[in-house]
């Protein structure tokens, strides 16, 4: 059991501080309803992966050089007529496709891109600890700076705008923070699962919240329990980590939408036959 929590414990830890920025950023990302925006960033870091070991430059280089990209891509192909979720999930799909042949074409790393997809927490050893931790502090730093504007636009962008805040600087340091998060929890989900790890808790915490900040702590609950549940999910049936923890925070998630909609079912029938009677 000892030599089993020695691997593990740096995964667990890692996996729990991620949790402490994705739950209230997810929140955030559903009021904002910028899932869409979330997804073609994440599979952006792919490329920004793919880009640094091919030009042998820092990931987190690589990685922002992509974000900027993609936020100034966005902005250069907005136009009116196309649906924003269309085109985002063109975005995403085509950065997929890009960092891939990257990964696999012009790179040695063929080998890391199932790790790279789906995330590998176990590699993950105590003195990683440290950065991820620190990362973490300064995204909630500035999510804490921005969280009033946030859920002002959130709440009524028109009111917002009256009360002096800044819609378009607000939605740049949204989305560097965001940014910012999907490079740290590459490591841990994968290009393809950061939407999950940031969406699923936030949603299941809406099926049962009453408020904001409700939400909020909902969701840190159960991406911890996902996290907590996914990682050792992942070694008693042999797979990859990042998809034993979305995997969790599904399950987590429909269970939920079940339970709840039975409520709500077994509710209405009850009033429906008491005012038979």
Sequence with gaps: MTAWLAIIAPAWIAGSILALLSAPLGCLVL????????????HGTLLGVALAVWWQLPMGIGIALVNVMVVLG???IDD???PVDAVLAVVAVSLLCLGLLTLTQLTDQQANVLG???????ELDWADLPLIAGSVLVGLALLIYIWPAQIKL???EALARIQGINPTRQRLFFMGVLAGFC????????SLLISGLLVLPALTARLWSASPKQMVIMALCIAQLG???????????????????VLVLASLFFTA????????????LAKFWSSRR
Excluded: P, Y
């Excluded at 490079?183 to 994968?190: D, M, T």
């Excluded at 996290?227 to 923890?245: A, K, R």
């Design 31 to 42: 009021w904002r309803r910028m899932a869409f925006f979330a997804d073609a960033l994440a």
């Design 74 to 76: 966005l902005v250069f």
């Design 80 to 82: 009116e007529r196309l």
């Design 116 to 122: 790279f997809l789906f995330g590998n927490l176990l």
């Design 154 to 156: 959130a709440t009524h």
């Design 183 to 190: 490079a740290i929890a590459l490591q841990a989900v994968g």
């Design 227 to 245: 996290v907590t549940l996914g990682v050792w999910g992942s070694i008693w049936l042999d797979i990859q980590t990042g998809l034993s923890i």
């Design 257 to 268: 939408l079940i339970v709840s909609k039975l409520t709500t079912s077994t509710s209405i």
